[in-house]
């Protein structure tokens, strides 16, 4: 099974909308806690649908269970709290959600995990990817 991530800043709407496009995916799933403010410019929950149907003939799936909490990314981004304390807190929301049970094998299927951070070395979609590999196996990993 793949599973692509990608985030969104840092790229133009062209460069973002060619790159999934060339991927393969076949939806993309929003992993984002606030997926509608007006800093995330096209990738604004109404408008990334409309974008991803017309533009790449892809689904779009917002599952906020592979988000993490307010209080977490407060504590990470406003706080300036360590990486490693917010990814053993968030590894720990996924295990208590149990997404491993919770998150259908066939939305995560040649899907594409969205969110906000141009890299994803510190960001949580390249944990929940990790986190559903570790737990569900055979899984091919690709950071767009």
Same mark, same amino acid.
């Given at each position: 099974?793949?599973? +692509? ?5 840092k790229? +133009? ?9 060339? +991927? ?6 929003? !992993? ?20 991803l ?10 599952? #906020? ?20 304390e ?7 929301l996924m ?6 049970? +919770? !998150? #259908? ?14 890299? #994803? ?6 944990? !929940? ?8 196996g055979?899984?091919?990993? !690709?950071?767009?």
């Amino acid at each position: 099974m793949k599973l +692509s991530t990608i985030g969104f800043t840092k790229k +133009s709407a062209e460069t973002f909308f060619e790159t999934l496009r060339k +991927s393969g995916a076949r939806r993309v799933v929003d !992993v984002r806690l606030n997926n509608v403010s007006q800093l995330a410019g096209f990738a604004k929950k109404q408008d990334l649908s409309y974008f991803l149907e017309t533009i790449c003939e892809m689904e779009y799936v917002h599952l #906020p269970v592979l988000a993490p909490t307010k209080e977490m990314l407060d504590g990470y981004k406003k706080q300036r709290g360590s990486w490693d304390e917010y990814e053993r807190a968030f590894l720990e929301l996924m295990k208590e959600r149990k997404i491993e049970k +919770s !998150v #259908p094998r066939e939305i995560i299927a040649d899907g594409c995990l969205l969110c906000s951070e141009d890299k #994803p070395h510190h960001c949580h979609r390249r944990l !929940v990817a990790e986190y559903l590999e570790k737990y569900w196996g055979n899984l091919e990993i !690709v950071h767009l």
